[in-house]
């Protein structure tokens, strides 16, 4: 039921572009995308939800593709901090009204100067 | 506008010994979480609650208890601690499942259990 993340880690130079996967055996109604930092809390950077378009803000944007229960991550022109752990969150179900997410494992960026 | 609060920050206990985690929102949230993140790993659901007075299990809810008797706080009970409860704890909230609601997490609670 846990969403599978790839890659696990990447590393980058500042200005290139990354691509973090999601992706769940069920059905989904949203999926949550979150940036942790060391020793911080995760903070939420974006939500798509079923029968929504691909979001984005600044050079970070994410696609839903509902038949496939998959989400993707998109950063371009990566700067040093992005580095992080991202996280996606999942929704499971056709609608969902406790709002509860079950967490992929993570995927540890690195961004180098 | 403090957001979700979370004490205390740090706390050693001791086998068997027990201790509430507490947890406080602000911002009117009906919905609030409980997760554990254990070294290098992602994020468990302990228990969550819809509001106020309503309660229920996560992923990992063995050796927890909750309560929500108001909007504002949620705290969780650990009893009888043990190593493997060693983590740091997160509560966050979120007012709705909604375009643009995600999670508002608070800064955790590093417990280690010797």
């Known amino acids: 039921q846990q969403p599978v993340q790839s890659p696990q880690a990447v590393i980058l130079r500042e200005g290139e572009d990354a691509v973090i996967n999601c992706s769940s055996s069920k059905a989904l109604y949203s999926v949550h995308w979150y940036r942790q930092k060391h020793g911080e809390a995760p903070v939420f950077l974006m939500i798509?939800?079923?029968?929504?378009e691909q979001k984005g803000h600044d050079k970070i944007s994410a696609s839903f593709n509902e038949k496939k229960q998959q989400s993707s991550l998109y950063l371009t022109a990566s700067q040093l901090s992005y580095s992080g752990t991202y996280f996606c969150?999942?929704?499971?179900?056709?609608?969902?009204?406790?709002?509860?997410?079950?967490f992929g494992q993570g995927t540890t960026l690195q961004v180098k100067p | 506008n403090a957001g979700v609060t979370q004490t205390p920050k740090f706390r050693i206990l001791k086998i068997g010994q027990s201790m509430t985690l507490q947890c406080a929102q602000d911002m009117n949230h009906n919905y609030m979480y409980w997760y554990r993140q254990d070294p290098g790993m992602g994020l468990k659901l302990i228990y969550y609650s819809v509001g106020a007075g309503i309660t229920d299990k996560g992923e990992v809810p063995n050796g927890y208890n909750v309560s929500r008797s108001t909007t504002e706080d949620f705290p969780l009970r650990l009893e009888l601690a043990a190593p493997s409860q060693t983590s740091v704890y997160f509560c966050?909230?979120?007012?709705?499942?909604?375009?643009?609601?995600?999670?508002?997490f608070g800064s955790g609670t590093r417990l280690t259990v010797v």
């Open positions: 969150g999942t929704s499971p179900g056709s609608s969902s009204n406790t709002g509860k997410l079950i």
């Open positions: 966050a909230s979120s007012p709705r499942q909604g375009e643009g609601y995600g999670y508002t």
């Open positions: 798509l939800l079923k029968g929504g």
